[in-house]
């Protein structure tokens, strides 16, 4: 597994909700959506954020929160930059940057107390994603890995959900998410808006940087920010992504035991042997024990290497996993990109 001492620029902040002090008009917001029942009242309303469109085609929701401060969602790095290939683990300077333009074309009159605020961090955040991504030499090996991930890993959400070509650990989870899917793959996916821009810098060269890419990213979501401290933006500093992916990737259990020798079956326990040649067979273990039986026999396989929670993979999906994650497969900065607006420094 990546070490806490990896480079910064190998990580980045991607998605990012915030709530932020800014004297505004009160009245900013796209579209309204209401629910009115039989009788014609009103049930509930929903107010959406206004889209603005940044250099390129990604949008970025902003809404009034009274007149003294505002609600922002959106991807503020593919926001600046037009990608999100890479990018900046500085949370500060993607907020103030964002907060500069839009202070520009909403014609927003910020006091001083607030760019003051934006600098400190005196916000609240309410979603931040982190991610990293890895070079595994070429798209086979990626698709690979994540056709692993599906069957040899597992959280404590339980086990992962396979959706296209992505795998999910606490996919609907209020606290937090991880994700890993092939960035070459998300690219081709038109229909979502994923396309990088026609006439973005560099095109070329960007497509070919993302061509042998896992991407990992996670979500910290509101609960989950207040109870690890980071709810605020003055929590935050340039490590702080790197050491939050890190750690939460750390609460993934990724198994590449499958196989036990022969001195450690005979050190096992009759009934430990009975589960752990069951699981081998790729018996639903589930079906078999009870619960409490099963979590017991998990602890004491799971010290020899063995995770049986974790369905036996076949011999073409054994795939070592957390080798993915280390220093020298860490993609950092391309230098083609610093020193142009395709990196927000």
């Known amino acids: 597994m990546i070490p806490n001492t990896a480079p910064n620029s190998g990580f980045m902040i991607d998605w990012v909700s915030v709530i932020i002090l800014c004297n505004n008009p009160g009245n900013i917001h796209g579209s309204t959506i209401t629910s009115i029942d039989e009788l014609g009242q009103r049930e509930w309303k929903i107010v959406k954020g206004k889209l603005l469109q940044g250099t390129h085609a990604t949008s970025i929701s902003v809404k009034s929160v009274g007149k003294s401060r505002l609600r922002i969602d959106g991807n503020p790095t593919k926001w600046l930059q037009g990608h999100n290939l890479f990018g900046t683990p500085d949370l500060s300077l993607l907020v103030v940057s964002v907060m500069r333009l839009l202070t520009e074309a909403l014609q927003l009159n910020p006091t001083q ?38 069957i040899q890993a597992v959280s404590l959400h339980g086990n992962p959900t396979r959706r296209e070509n992505s795998v999910y650990f606490g996919q609907h989870s209020r606290h937090w998410t991880a994700k890993f899917y092939s960035k070459k793959q998300e690219l081709s996916l038109a229909k979502k808006g994923h396309a990088l821009p026609e006439n973005i810098l560099n095109r070329d060269s960007l497509l070919d940087w993302s061509n042998n890419l896992l991407r990992a990213e996670i979500t910290l979501r509101r609960r989950k920010l207040k109870s690890l401290g980071m709810s605020l933006g003055s929590a935050w500093n340039s490590d702080s992504p790197k050491l939050l992916l890190i750690q939460h990737l750390n609460e993934i259990s990724f198994t590449e035991t499958f196989i036990l020798t ?10 430990l042997l009975a589960t752990y040649k069951l699981w081998e067979k790729g018996e639903i ?12 026999h998990r602890l004491e396989l799971k010290k020899i290497g063995i995770d049986i929670s974790i369905q036996k993979p076949s011999k073409e999906y054994a795939v ?13 900065i391309p230098t083609w990109a610093t020193g142009t607006y395709l990196y927000v420094q």
């Open 262 to 271: 022969p001195s450690e079956l005979n050190a096992l326990s009759r009934k």
């Open 285 to 296: 273990l589930q079906d078999l024990y009870a619960r409490t039986t099963l979590y017991r």
């Open 113 to 150: 107390s607030d760019i003051d605020s934006w600098r400190s961090g005196n916000y609240e955040l309410f979603r931040i994603d982190c991610a990293a991504s890895f070079d595994l030499n070429c798209p086979a090996n990626v698709s690979a890995w994540i056709n692993a991930a599906a």
């Open 320 to 332: 070592p996993l957390r080798t993915a994650f280390s220093v020298s497969n860490l993609a950092t």
